[in-house]
């Protein structure tokens, strides 16, 4: 190899380098963020873990894979029971993505999108797509044993 073909490949594996880095760094899923972003953005309103304190929401201990309206003992709003009841569904990335960007796409009046006596916070959404990203990566594994690829 002369001088020419070095400097080729050698700037050939930064250029891969810094694109892979570039990647990573902006589109890789970070699960410290999502579980900053759920304690910023859903911890007032939903414990995450079993030893949390009760809060005004469900747990979201195990939301993935759980039925929509389906903890036990959870006293749902008569609204969000008679949606979920028609709905029926399963907690699963793609709905718990939506309903994250926009609760009301999901479920319309919920306790949690209306102000009302014993639920004086509101919450309309998280906007930013890395964010809605993170935070659902991070409740598709709390409370369930790491996946396998
Ligand atoms: C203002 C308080 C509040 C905030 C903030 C909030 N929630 Fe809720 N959430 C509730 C309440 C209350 C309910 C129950 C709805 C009802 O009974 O009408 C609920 C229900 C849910 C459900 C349905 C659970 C089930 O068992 O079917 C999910 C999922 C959920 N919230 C996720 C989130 C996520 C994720 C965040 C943060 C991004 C969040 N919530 C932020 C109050 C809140």
Redesign the pocket.
């Known amino acids: 190899m002369n001088n020419a073909q070095i400097n080729f490949v050698v700037v050939g594996a930064l250029l891969c380098v810094v694109t892979v880095g570039a990647w990573w760094m902006f589109f890789r899923t970070d699960l410290i963020v999502g579980e900053q972003?759920?304690l910023n953005?859903?911890g007032?309103?939903?414990a995450l873990r079993p030893g949390d304190p009760p809060r005004?929401?469900?747990t979201?201990w195990r939301?993935a894979g759980?039925?929509?309206?389906?903890?036990k003992g959870?006293?749902?709003?008569p609204?969000?029971?008679l949606q979920?009841s028609e709905a029926g569904f399963i907690?699963d990335r793609p709905r718990?993505e939506a309903?994250?960007e926009n609760?009301q796409s999901v479920?319309q009046?919920?306790?949690?999108?209306q102000t009302s006596k014993g639920?004086p916070?509101?919450?309309d959404g998280?906007n930013d797509r890395r964010f809605r990203n993170d935070?659902t990566a991070f409740?598709l594994q709390l409370g369930h044993p790491p996946q396998t690829p």
């Open positions: 972003l759920a953005y859903c007032s309103c939903h005004s929401g469900p979201l939301v759980r039925r929509a309206g389906g903890l959870y006293d749902y709003s609204a969000f029971r979920v907690w718990l309903f994250i609760p479920l009046a919920t306790n949690m999108t639920h916070l509101t919450f998280v935070l409740l």
